[in-house]
């Protein structure tokens, strides 16, 4: 799993005292329609991106959402402390990673990287993610025929402070083309299948009930 603390911790801070622009204590928006270059990088803000918008940087946040609008194109995201909100038809070129917060990706969505949290759910309503999804402490849907062309991981803790809980992975009507690999041994997890839900890979250190 790329390590969410470089991308935000140390690059954002990194950014300030290089001088380059980061709203501090506010968000950023952009309009729908609007078509923006470079990245978005906030502190104690949101990101809102509109309709029909096309940011072409990576947009980051340290403690707040970022909202993409519906049919828009965006870059790498990432967030501590928020959640990921992706409207219909959107195209993500590249990663989608979150510490403390969940993603939810609608119809249409396209992401062609991973999807990563540490603690928080990832949610995937008739999405499509071509690499991997990856959680520590957080559960994962995927339902109105998702697909996950790559592996779905449930990451090994590490330090003798990790919390330990049983996870659920559900899976209805949709697809995953890789594996699903728990790689924690003391963390539980069940792999629900419904309504024609397939994984075409094998399915290591988790329960499995079909419905």
């Known amino acids: 799993m790329k390590i969410l603390l470089i991308t935000l911790l140390i690059v954002i801070p990194a950014l300030l005292l290089a001088g380059c622009k980061i709203a501090v204590n506010e968000g950023y928006r952009v309009e729908d329609g609007e078509t923006a270059s470079g990245s978005k990088n906030t502190i104690n803000g949101m990101i809102h991106i509109g309709e029909n918008a096309d940011v072409k940087g990576e947009c980051r946040s340290l403690n707040g959402n970022i909202d993409v609008g519906p049919n828009s194109l965006v870059r790498d995201l990432a967030t501590i402390n928020g959640n990921v909100r992706i409207g ?32 928080g759910s990832i949610i995937l309503d008739g999405t499509h993610v071509e690499k ?80």
């Open 88 to 119: 219909k038809e959107t195209i993500v070129k590249g990663d989608i990673q979150l510490i403390n917060g969940n993603v939810h990706c609608d119809a249409g969505v396209k992401v062609q990287g991973c999807v990563e949290t540490i603690n």
């Open 132 to 211: 991997d999804l990856s959680t520590y402490n957080g559960n994962i849907e995927l339902s109105e025929n998702s697909i996950v062309s790559g592996n779905i991981y449930i990451k090994e803790k590490n330090g003798s402070g990790s919390d330990y809980q049983d996870l659920k992975i559900e899976i209805d009507n949709s697809t995953v083309e890789g594996d699903i690999i728990n790689e924690e041994p003391d963390t539980g997890v069940t792999v629900y299948l419904t309504n024609g839900a397939r994984v075409k890979g094998k399915i290591v250190d988790a329960k499995v009930i079909e419905k």
